[in-house]
T-cell receptor
Framework: DAKTTQPPSMDCAEGRAANLPCNHS???????VYWYRQIHSQGPQYIIH???NNETNEMASLIITEDRKSSTLILPHATLRDTAVYYC?????????????FGQGTTLQVKP | KAGVTQTPRYLIKTRGQQVTLSCSPI?????VSWYQQTPGQGLQFLFE???????NKGNFPGRFSGRQFSNSRSEMNVSTLELGDSALYLC?????????????FGPGTRLLVL
């Protein structure tokens, strides 16, 4: 079973920030949180990951709460091309295994 | 650097046949994982290979098998195909399987079983 829970769907206006929440209350201390997205019928695309600290890259920012029970992916200026299913994943066993457990993800619809 | 490549991209088979799918990881990556994606079950982990050895396995019947070659390329095989095996099969590669490493996915092979 997925260790993470996400809202099934969200809308965002084009040009605005999209904030996608994820709960991972059972995550252990050495387990990373990863975010991927999947645009229809394509392979999942890696976005960002983190362990304890907030992270930022050219695509997004990841805010992890101090207790590590939840996180938020932020797309600062959403475009129509950001419409996709977003997956928040906490791999088993400190990420040493290749087993990513995908939940249902959040379908983000960016609207003009 | 080239990404993960998968061949073929599309495949049509009939029930009872077998199929072999191929995955070439990113250059230098030694770990390859396979996933199945169906509308009903979503994305499910099949198995992971590292240095030619299966390191982890998901909950799939023995009809699903795989292997990895010395150049890290991987194949998965499905024997005695069933209609329910119709799916998008994805492979992902990562460097060496350590903590915090990222898996990068290929475009997938779409298999249709008739």
């Amino acid at each position: 079973d997925a260790k993470t829970t996400q809202p099934p769907s969200m809308d965002c206006a084009e040009g605005r920030a999209a904030n996608l929440p994820c709960n991972h209350s059972t995550i252990s201390g050495n387990e990373y949180v990863y975010w991927y997205r999947q645009i229809h019928s394509q392979g999942p695309q890696y976005i960002i990951h983190g362990l304890k600290n907030n992270e930022t890259n050219e695509m997004a920012s990841l805010i992890i709460t101090e207790d590590r029970k939840s996180s938020t992916l932020i797309l600062p200026h959403a475009t129509l091309r950001d419409t996709a299913v977003y997956y928040c994943i906490a791999p088993e066993g400190s990420s040493n295994t290749g087993k990513l457990i995908f939940g249902q993800g959040t379908t983000l619809q960016v609207k003009p | 650097k080239a990404g993960v490549t998968q061949t073929p991209r599309y495949l049509i088979k009939t029930r009872g046949q077998q199929v072999t799918l191929s995955c070439s990881p990113i250059s230098g990556h030694r770990s390859v994982s396979w996933y199945q994606q169906t509308p009903g079950q979503g994305l499910q982990f099949l198995f992971e290979y590292f240095s030619e050895t299966q390191r982890n396995k998901g909950n799939f019947p023995g009809r699903f098998s795989g292997r990895q070659f010395s150049n890290s390329r991987s194949e998965m095989n499905v024997s005695t195909l069933e209609l329910g095996d119709s799916a998008l099969y994805l492979c992902a590669s990562r460097l060496a399987g350590g903590p915090g490493e990222t898996q990068y996915f290929g475009p997938g092979t779409r298999l249709l079983v008739l």
